[in-house]
């Protein structure tokens, strides 16, 4: 498979997330993986902002995690793969952590933003890992 093949069905995939939700699944309706598309998101543009800021590697180490785990999170829900309740659950956890660490700098926009949508995706991710 060539790699325009190959990001095309990428792309197809993640943008097909929603799609992918069987309907009247608990599971689903509460973490369809658009959470942690949003979540990885602000933890991105944390990471941004923080390199502007003295004193933030741990905030950025933590963004950094979380937005990997949001996207591996995001990808397994969206196939559907077996070990999606253990991935949703790791991804609650990581969330967690980074809404802590970026609650820390109440003075910066941009870190508040990110822990109130990590502290939102941790909480639909968390739902969905117990409902299955």
């Known amino acids: 498979m060539d790699r325009r093949a190959m990001m095309g069905g990428t792309a197809g995939l993640l943008a097909g997330l929603a799609v992918t939700a069987q309907a009247g699944d608990l599971a689903t309706d509460v973490c369809d993986g658009g959470c942690c598309q949003d979540c990885r998101s602000a933890c991105l543009a944390c990471v941004a902002a923080c390199l502007e800021e ?3 590697q741990e905030c950025i180490r933590r963004c950094l995690d979380c937005a990997d785990i949001c996207g591996v999170c995001a990808s397994i829900v969206a ?3 077996p070990l ?3 991935v949703r659950a790791l991804c ?5 952590r980074c809404a802590a660490e970026c609650a820390k700098h109440t003075d ?3 870190c ?3 822990a109130e949508k990590c502290r939102a995706c941790a909480k639909n991710c968390r739902a969905a890992a117990l409902a299955k």
């Open 108 to 110: 910066d926009k941009t």
């Open 79 to 81: 196939r559907g793969g």
């Open 112 to 114: 508040q933003a990110c």
């Open 54 to 56: 003295e004193g933030r």
């Open 92 to 96: 609650a956890e990581a969330c967690d």
């Open 84 to 86: 999606v309740s253990a």
